[in-house]
């Protein structure tokens, strides 16, 4: 009996915190997942170049 007023007491403050949080707008949301694909496309560039020129490298000296 002590389990299941731990687990609803676990998920009423779950629900109270939420209830505190603050959501994005659409705007916000459109916004940063627009800076993160960018972000991944030009870090998977970096990447890409770091691993051709490195390739090339070690297929010089072996």
Request: neutral net charge; charged residues 15%.
């Amino acid at each position: 009996m002590n389990l299941i007023k731990n687990v609803m007491s676990f998920f009423t403050d779950v629900y109270y915190e939420l209830t505190k949080a603050t959501w994005l707008g659409k705007k916000e949301v459109v916004g940063t997942t627009v800076v993160v694909v960018v972000f991944v496309i030009i870090m998977s560039l970096f990447v890409s170049i770091v691993d051709l020129f490195l390739g090339t490298i070690v297929g010089v000296i072996l």
